[in-house]
């Protein structure tokens, strides 16, 4: 994930001595968004770079099943070709959360960690529906490595397929309706079925 | 006569407590105001719609509510706000809401324990009819197969303890002791030791508002924090020096990816106003 150095920086910044130093040295234009100050050479641009991040975040989201935060990062950069400021990106991505363009699902890392993926909000019922239909074959096979579940939800596979099959069971281990074995098999929860039918 | 349109994952303050409008059109009497400020039970009418609506999330220090985008609610200088409208200018930190609380320990009611049963069903691992089992957010180890209150009892399953909950429990403590069975169903399901605070998924909205009373009853301050001002997967529970004020500014507003149906909600009397989620419902207008 390190090609995106080589692309030139957006000329968007959280500060008007940060945009200076990438350049510019006018900075006319600004905008807010969840606290955080963007700053453009002027009003026109800012709206366009602005809505050229907004339309590539939405895109790539689009073509993928769930990305984590360093990836959806990534790949936006490689859309428009340029580096973007790490909290220009930030305030962008909560206002197309805001906006409801894409949402964010919790998920618990095998530390226990909670972390977060980002899915596109046209994809929602389909996540949704994933959810259940890996649940379902946990719950008959016991124990799935995430490379069988890639295969099931993803069969055409590519690139972030392997991840996203990944954040369906950590979305589930996060209920507690798997749980880790190792970073690549998931197990279901045996005591839990065992507490159900002492108490039923 | 007033009306407004909120969903059905809304929550309304009723005698007995809070619960989810559900998903069907029916006529029930729910906690609002008058025009002097003071709390009363009212008839409401409630119009399920086949029109489906992104559910629009608002938050503050002491409600947090899902409501159709086209809701209007009530500001404390007595304006009404679209939250479409708050949600694309980004401007819920600039309003002031007004919300309320009950103070009185409600009296639940079958429904009340329905709806609450139906949540604690969501949030679990796995659950049957009779039995819902909800993953803590840390390992209690050591405590396993005890009991955090009755009817209620810990489980360990490798590093994760999970919280096996029945019905019947639920039931039960509504006509007794509803604040402490929620109160340790929360210390055992949503507590975070780091942060010394309960964190609860952003749809959890029925629970929030069940615990922020309980709280409030039991005399511990605690304020409702979310991740930002323009998104929050979870409400955080923390623990403050002063208690939040009712008048407050809007802590977050979204509009999330999951939608639901919208309710029509009438009243009749012009100068009470219903509240939903601990929110001030303004009526429609034109």
């Given amino acids: 994930m390190k090609s995106e150095t080589q692309y030139p920086d957006l000329p968007l910044a959280t500060s008007q001595r940060t945009l200076q130093s990438k350049g510019c040295h006018e900075s006319e234009g600004q905008t807010r968004l969840g606290g955080v100050t963007i700053y453009a050479r002027s009003d026109e641009e800012l709206r366009r770079l602005c809505d050229d991040v907004t339309t590539a975040i939405d895109r790539v989201i689009q073509a993928h099943a769930s990305l984590t935060r360093s990836h959806l990062e990534w790949q936006v950069q490689k859309e428009i070709k340029n580096r973007i400021d790490r909290r220009v990106f930030g305030a962008l991505l909560g206002a197309a959360l805001r906006r409801g363009i894409i949402d964010q699902i919790p998920c618990a890392a095998e530390s226990g960690k909670v972390f977060r993926v980002y899915i596109h909000a046209t994809s929602r019922s389909l996540f949704d529906d994933r959810l259940v239909a890996v649940i379902a074959r946990l719950r008959k096979d016991r124990v799935l490595p995430v490379r069988v579940v890639r295969d099931v939800l993803f069969p055409l596979g590519g690139w972030g397929t392997w991840s996203s099959a990944s954040h369906i069971l950590a979305r589930l281990a996060l209920r507690g309706s798997a749980k880790y074995v190792d970073a690549k098999t998931f197990a279901w929860p045996e005591e839990v079925d065992h507490a159900v039918r002492q108490h039923s | ?286």
């Fill in chain 2, 1 to 286: 006569m007033p009306s407004g349109s909120i969903l059905e994952r809304s929550v309304l303050l009723t005698p007995s407590g809070w619960r989810r409008c559900g998903n069907k059109s029916t006529e029930l009497d729910v906690i609002g105001l008058d025009r002097a400020g003071t709390p009363q039970a009212g008839r409401i009418r409630l119009e399920l719609s086949s029109v489906r609506s992104r559910v629009a999330f608002v938050g503050t220090a002491t409600a947090a509510g899902e409501f159709a985008e086209a809701t209007r609610l009530l500001l404390a200088a007595g304006d009404a706000v679209d939250l479409r409208q708050v949600i694309a200018t980004e401007s819920a930190s600039e309003l002031q809401f007004e919300t309320f609380r009950i103070d009185a320990r409600p009296q639940g009611s079958p429904q009340q324990a329905k709806s609450l049963w139906e949540e604690l069903q969501a949030l679990s691992a796995t659950a049957d009819p009779e039995t819902a089992v909800i993953r803590c957010a840390e390992q209690c180890t050591g405590k396993a197969n005890r009991a955090p209150a009755a009817g209620l009892m810990l489980v360990e399953d490798g590093d994760t303890t999970y919280l096996v909950v029945t019905r019947r429990a639920i039931e039960e403590s509504l006509h007794a002791n509803a604040d402490s069975m929620l109160l340790a169903i929360a210390n055992a399901c949503f507590h975070r030791s780091e942060e010394n605070r309960w964190e609860l998924e952003a749809d959890s909205t029925l629970l929030v508002m069940w615990l922020l009373d309980a709280l409030r009853r039991a005399g511990i301050r605690r304020s409702a924090q979310y991740d930002s001002l323009q998104h929050s997967c979870f409400v955080f529970i923390d623990l403050v020096s002063t208690d939040p004020a009712p008048l407050g500014p809007g802590r977050c507003a979204f509009l999330s990816s999951r939608s639901s149906n919208e309710i029509r909600i009438e009243w009749s009397d012009p100068s009470w106003t219903p509240v939903v989620s601990g929110f001030l419902l303004s009526p429609k207008t034109g």
